[in-house]
């Protein structure tokens, strides 16, 4: 099996720990491969930066799918381009924070989304309620850290992700816990012990695993979106600049 | 005052009857300039044309507040690029479908909305749950005319429109009708008179004027979109190819 | 265009700020008139005092439609009447606390009402879920100033208007804040300007002029309420006290 | 134990038949009282004619304290007043329809309301909601006889009310069924019966034996309504017509 | 009239407080009957306990029926067997968590629920939202005593009972108290002197009370459970343990 | 890895397929047991079915975790003993019914769930609510066939679940589709063709292969449910029939 991760940022640095971090949980047999965008942002923190890597996120969905990938993976928590990448493929398109909300929503009575800025906070209420789970949905809280600092110091990161995730589990009543933003791969562990410490026993999950179970579980199956909700666009004139044309 | 027209598409045969519709139910004294995109697609009928649409759509907002616009309106009922546009701006930005979902909202118990395709259904679902209007939104119905062929045959597209409309009242108990599609701007009196004819008297809005009227009164009133919902994005590298560069 | 204003109280002496208040953000050519109640309680604090003023309104809106009236404002945040008004006449009648909610949930994410008294705060839950909006109310938080109190001391009023506002906005998440009652009308700038020294940026809706815009836009788009959600009433017997007749 | 009815409108001939309606179902020892209206309407069938009954059901509710009785029923199904009457007098004040609708919910999964007109549909949803059981709702279907005719030939209303009932529970999922009027009291049983016929068993309610059962249970429990959703209004001036006066 | 009381735990030291407990507030003419479970747990406090005690139950309703009881009552708020146990009998089948949250949702705008442990939170936000009353309930709050020992010192029982109902008047806007526990049976009058002590004047719901009004008042009006809903189950085979032979 | 299938009823005429059924969609290297209840009934048709059931599953789930498996399956659309099982063992306890309302909520718009009877459409909804997911179901609908005799003559069954399931699609708006009884494992490809067939090209899940790629994902990842909502019962008094005691 071969799923495809879409770095849907311009940040070519984060390409081989993403590919790592995806390859670590992969079963035996599934191949990973990563591709960073050539057109977009440095980052995702806005709408504006959704707006602008969604272009090229389709051209490489696409891509992928022509390459023979069985599934595809936007790494980003807003799950941008999620819908309209469903409508130009066949394969599953899978979205971190969609897979991640609906496993948080079986395994416990209420999540809380930790979210990297205090904008966010009413984008990941859109977005739970988006998805169906508005009920579900306990809090979100920022911890403050922008994207591209996440990394400097990560004893910092953890400490403050805890103590955000701590006021959830107190305060809101969450029983999972969700890390609003892929640059956060592979912390869920740290967190969750560190909330344990404090009597705070929850799952914290993982939202790059827990998309790529999902993706290969849907390859496994056979199954992917519906054509129902996601039909082919229908054919129509587009005009894109010549050298970063639109699906070239 | 000084209201800027986003046509967001390429077509820009469009341009003139847009900025005629706008300009007639203009307030004396208010100016209508109407833009059409450079880069995008020539009708917006799935979440790929959308995606495709609201990088421009945002080079052009900035530039109308540049230009000195008191407000701008994307005229679009899939509202492209709304909360990515209000970012980058102070001045009030404006979507068709949001302006017209609430005031339809405030003149009956419950509206419709006439979509033009069947995929448009689950979309306008989700555009109603996002404006806080899922329990206001009686139902959608497609009435199946591609956008670029709504004016071949002017009157056939109102008898289906009516056709649709007297449906939506009689069998999901609409009190108000909404056109789901700009591209219908001045047909809502034709609409509201053939429902009439047919016993069915509900008020059928024409979103670019109501959307107009919005616009107008915001700049009256000195009121803009919220801060706190639509901050100003952080600084940050973004990469878009030369000659349809973002923001250039 | 004319606009009638119904203070919907006995209290006369609001009346010249009731006019000035609306002439100030009327459009030039628009012609407000105010006419206040010959029946009916001082102000309107309770569900009792909404009953007593309510066939007085009726009467006025009635005879403010014969007078050739363009629309009706009943100036009060619980919008007495509204629905039975609607009933009555085919121009339309104009809510502040339905025109506010529906302006701030366009705004922002989340709106909060600052309501006079503790006793207000369910009731205002109850109107915004009757408006459709129950998603959109971050929370409602009383002041505590009675209604004919509200003018002794504006400082002291705007004082404590900021400190309940501020809490709406870092506690609840409010993102657009409404004042409550009709008499604290023109102090939002002032509300907001003391939010904005707080680091709370955030719009402060002032109702009445937010209810004259609706009027006015309603008027210019010929649009009035559904006949199918505000039927004109069956002839029947009324029997009504002679000095007070209903509708006399 | 005393319960008092008040029959809401202006129609003397209702009288004698309201009493014996309440006390066949009453227990012994309870003592059921009716007044009429003096001032206000024929019947109730539109939002004014529910403004106009308010106030002269307040001066008896206020009457029936004063006068020893354990409780008080507003005998409409639109519990016109409900909420200001309790604001006024500490025993109990229940709604035939507050109290079938919360009934309706525990005995099955949903319910529907048989109403009188058209024009009630939106209004049933409106008060379902307020009382928190917009989920338990399947329907609301008008059966299409004024409130004055109701009676003028009871087995072509009760042929009505059965049609109108199989189509909610067979179309709609309506698992109980209330008669959306006090005027059909007693006839619960026949439309029962007719539903059977057509192998339809749900149970159907009459609500006015609904709300002395719970009028009843309420004074035997010693309980009454929350004074933090229903406070005592404030002192303030009152003007009311000398011969109609209110509270006289 | 005969009530049929199970105490659905295999505790019998509780039978006696509880048949007095109904006794004294049922009508002259009611006669009570408490059976206690054979099979099940000593109490109720988690989903296991509640799956091991319904079986009994069942047993139980079923021999009421049979011996002519006229209603049957599950005495815990968990409402244990109540959607089984109405499948199985036509005469009425009562739970008091689903009548008193129902009472509750007509005396207030919104109730909570003090609950014996911090995880009957989440169950209790269930069940508010399986009866149809999710924007009905303010809060569950736990006051953190085991159900065995809810007698070993009334007052402080009641004691944390007051400290935490404040908290739910105060934080979450709770206008009518449930006890969470019918252990709990015939303390809601002190709580009730407790909390007007500090100021919240709410009205406090005595479980076992409520349903008893409840059983009386359907047994009164010739009602039950809807048979759409609670239909009898298929004939089947059924396999149970010889001594504890499912419905011997 | 070792994940054990709960037969829940006491046919064991179905363990072999049932074996069969999971171990073709099983990864290479995870082992599939099926254990069949003891103690029960022949199948679960309703809510005392699903009450006689839950005692042997939680015997068999805690004895499930002491043999060393990895996950453990509920093979029933119902979830009985879901969240009492989940409070006794550490590692994961799926239910087909949950997992693929989910796995739908995220493949397409909305779902619809094909139930055995139509006495089984409140449940639907009822559990699609508790899990958190109302929003996301069209409707059920039944095709009332008895779960003993699905497999009687299996080309009828499907053309039923194809002519149900397509009203499901056409009428309700469903862009998935849910069998409602794992008696149909294996059965979705069929219907999916069958539908395709008819122009109506949407996924159908097969629940236990959903639940199965669940199970697996949850033991790859190291989670399992949250212990704030299913914590473990506290230590009291359990009496059970001594042949049948619960735990042996």
């Known amino acids: 099996m071969e799923i495809h991760i879409i770095n849907p940022t311009i940040t070519t640095s984060w390409h081989e720990d993403t590919r790592r971090t995806y390859a670590q949980v992969a079963r035996p047999g599934t191949v990973i491969r990563v591709v960073t965008l050539k057109w977009g942002t440095a980052s995702i923190e806005s709408y504006r930066d959704e707006a602008l890597v969604v272009p090229d996120i389709l051209t490489n969905v696409v891509r992928a799918e022509q390459a023979g990938a069985d599934a595809v993976i936007i790494d980003c928590m807003g799950d941008p381009g999620l819908y309209a990448a469903?409508?130009?493929?066949?394969?599953?398109?899978?979205?971190?924070?969609?897979?991640?909300?609906?496993?948080?929503?079986?395994?416990?009575?209420?999540?809380?989304?930790?979210?990297?800025?205090?904008?966010?906070?009413?984008?990941?209420?859109?977005?739970?309620?988006?998805?169906?789970?508005?009920?579900?949905?306990?809090?979100?809280?920022?911890?403050?850290?922008?994207?591209?600092?996440?990394?400097?110091?990560?004893?910092?990161?953890?400490?403050?992700?805890?103590?955000?995730?701590?006021?959830?589990?107190?305060?809101?009543?969450?029983?999972?816990?969700?890390?609003?933003?892929?640059?956060?791969?592979?912390?869920?562990?740290?967190?969750?012990?560190?909330?344990?410490?404090?009597?705070?026993?929850?799952?914290?999950?993982?939202?790059?695993?827990?998309?790529?179970?999902?993706?290969?579980?849907?390859?496994?199956?056979?199954?992917?979106?519906?054509?129902?909700t996601y039909p082919s666009p229908p054919a129509k004139e587009i005009r894109w600049p010549a050298d970063g044309a639109f699906g070239d």
């Open 86 to 228: 469903r409508e130009l493929v066949a394969i599953p398109v899978v979205g971190p924070a969609q897979a991640s909300m609906h496993l948080a929503a079986m395994l416990g009575h209420q999540f809380s989304v930790l979210s990297v800025t205090e904008q966010d906070v009413p984008a990941v209420a859109e977005q739970a309620a988006r998805y169906g789970l508005a009920t579900k949905l306990a809090s979100a809280r920022s911890f403050g850290i922008p994207v591209l600092s996440l990394r400097d110091d990560v004893d910092q990161t953890i400490g403050k992700l805890v103590d955000v995730a701590e006021r959830a589990v107190r305060q809101d009543g969450a029983h999972v816990i969700i890390p609003g933003c892929t640059g956060l791969a592979g912390l869920a562990p740290r967190i969750q012990a560190g909330l344990a410490d404090r009597g705070c026993e929850v799952p914290v999950l993982d939202p790059p695993s827990v998309a790529l179970k999902l993706a290969e579980s849907l390859a496994d199956l056979g199954l992917s979106h519906s054509r129902r």
